[in-house]
């Protein structure tokens, strides 16, 4: 029975029904816009759209790839919406919801939403630029050397081990499962590379108490996925995966990457997020098959399973244990793919159409029965997240 | 060199007298002119009551250690130098609930880089004092027993 905010929202009313991508790698040689238009291109193909039906783009505010450039490139006709989403990786999920929001509610009929980046570019790591004075949040933390995204996440993590008992034992966990998925993924940078628990264990530290393992690859590459409404995917030929809900997320007195100065930074973003995408859904955590958890850095998993209500506050390292994320036999088995620590790096983005994939049922480590696949967008800053179902 | 460091703009108006206090040896924080809560980082608004009204109030500038990481390379060349070193978030012993990040040192003029890793702790007590860079003042923080 539906009640009445049920009826207000976005719930099966549009599919995921296109997905390409790129290869993936490192100094890739074609261009960002050539990488952006190529995979845009691959997933118009798959889910057999002519380029003249698409009138809605969105993508990242990151995304150096203009809306006008990929038009004039793969030929779209009436673009009548676009629209972009900020905080880098917590953008993904956010630019596929607001696509389907727009086809929701009329403002387009089909849209593509996508990604692009080459690592190479030096504006791509906005960490590594200098010159000037700090103004903002960076005077705060950057005269004092935390000066790259492993170094603010890290602080966090020595914080959430103090207080909640987490072992790098636990991040291990999670490393070695993504590269386990990644190594059944021919796709995957890190198809061919084994990680055992001694390599973790003896590997360099980056910014202690987080050691190489525990960050996301860097990656050129691109990737895009088609939105239309439930109705038209019907008529496809892909088996659609529906949105079944969708929502995005900043806690209170939140400050974006070094949030530490509130009273109490490890309650993040997924905490406001995963409040309203489970109060839009007729499903809850215990119904999720599969998992693509935002990983840019290991520690992001814990607080995610526990931000979206996979286990109790504090339990999400314990909840790594016994190879619970791993496919095929782990109660959660997550990043089916690789995720961004062994799959590729592309803000995420991977993650949407992985989630896609578990739904069709095409994974390279297939869950059975996947018919409730989540995918959330970066812990640490403003993020979002996305449930697919197999059924509208 | 230490002079390579990424400094803050003095200047940013919302910041300024923040960095003020620092040239004078002083650790202020922003207090709201109307309800008189604290924050940190200083802002235009007060986020209990919406006063735009704004003091800056020393602080005893004792605190603990809150969290803190050891950063190897690859670092910026002006700090790869001084690797491994440490930055610690301390809360302040006047409002647990404001906090600033910093480096743990042995005295004012000590190398971010000196203090035995190994030996550093969430909830060691740690008071401030004043480095000097360029035309800025780092506040960082010294043990105390
Ligand atoms: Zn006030």
């Not at chain 1, 109790?312 to 036999?329: A, C, H, K, Y």
């Amino acid at each position: 029975m539906a009640s009445p905010q049920a009826a207000k929202s976005i719930r099966g009313s549009t599919a995921i029904v296109g997905i390409g991508q790129t290869a993936f790698g490192k100094g890739l040689v074609d261009t960002e816009l050539s990488l952006a238009c190529q995979a845009v291109s691959l997933a118009l193909d798959d889910a057999g759209i002519a380029p003249a039906e698409i009138d809605g783009l969105a993508s990242f505010t990151l995304e150096h790839d203009r809306e006008v450039d990929l038009a004039r490139n793969v030929g779209l006709g009436d673009i009548t919406w676009f629209s972009q989403v900020g905080y880098g990786g917590g953008a993904a999920c956010g630019v596929v919801g607001q696509a389907a929001m727009a086809v929701a509610t009329g403002q387009a009929n089909v849209v593509v939403a996508w990604r692009a980046r080459k690592r190479a570019d030096p504006a791509s790591r906005p960490w590594a630029q200098v010159g000037g004075r700090l103004a903002g949040n960076h005077q705060w933390t950057r005269p004092f050397g935390l000066l790259r995204p492993v170094d603010e996440i890290a602080m966090l993590t020595r914080r959430y081990m103090h207080e909640f008992g987490a072992t790098r034992d636990h991040l291990a966990n999670v490393a070695l499962a993504f590269r386990k998925h990644a190594n059944a993924n021919p796709n995957a940078a890190m198809h061919d590379k084994i990680l055992t628990r001694d390599q973790y264990l003896a590997a360099r530290w980056i910014s202690e108490p987080l050691c190489l393992f525990d960050n996301c690859l860097e990656t050129d590459g691109a990737l895009a996925v088609v939105i239309t409404s439930a109705e038209r995917a019907r008529d496809l030929a892909t088996t659609p995966a529906y949105i079944h809900a969708f929502a995005q997320g900043i806690p209170p007195q939140h400050q974006t990457m070094t949030n530490y100065f509130n009273e109490d930074p490890l309650r993040g973003p997924a905490w406001a997020c995963a409040s309203r995408l489970w109060r839009n859904a007729e499903v809850t955590p215990a119904d999720v098959k599969v998992a693509q958890l935002y990983d840019a850095f290991s520690p992001l998993i814990p607080l995610s399973l526990e931000g979206y209500g996979f286990c109790e506050r504090g339990e999400g390292g314990p909840f790594t244990d016994n190879g619970n994320l791993e496919w095929p036999d782990g109660g959660l088995p997550t990043n089916t793919a690789g995720g961004g620590m062994s799959e590729a790096y592309v803000h995420g983005f991977n993650l949407v159409i992985e989630g896609v994939r578990q739904i069709r049922g095409t994974s390279t480590s297939q869950v059975d029965g996947a018919d409730v696949s989540l995918v959330t967008s970066g812990e640490g800053v403003p993020t979002s997240a996305l449930l697919l179902t197999v059924d509208a | 060199m230490a002079d390579d460091f990424l400094l803050p703009d003095i200047e940013d108006p919302t910041s300024a007298p923040f960095w003020a206090g620092t040239g004078r040896g002083e650790l202020t924080v922003q207090a709201c002119g109307s309800c008189g809560r604290w924050r940190m980082p200083p802002r235009p608004m007060c986020p209990h009551c919406r006063s735009l009204e704004v003091e800056w109030v020393p602080t005893s500038g004792r605190a603990t250690v809150w969290s803190f990481v050891i950063a190897h390379p690859p670092l910026l060349p002006a700090y790869a130098e001084f690797a491994p070193y440490n930055v610690i978030t301390v809360m302040l012993d006047d409002d647990p609930r404001i906090r600033f990040v910093g480096n743990l040192v042995s005295g004012p003029d000590g190398s971010i880089g000196e203090i035995d890793a190994t030996t550093i702790v969430i909830g060691e007590p740690v008071e401030v004092v004043f480095t000097r860079i360029d035309d800025v003042t780092l506040p960082r923080w010294v043990r105390r027993s």
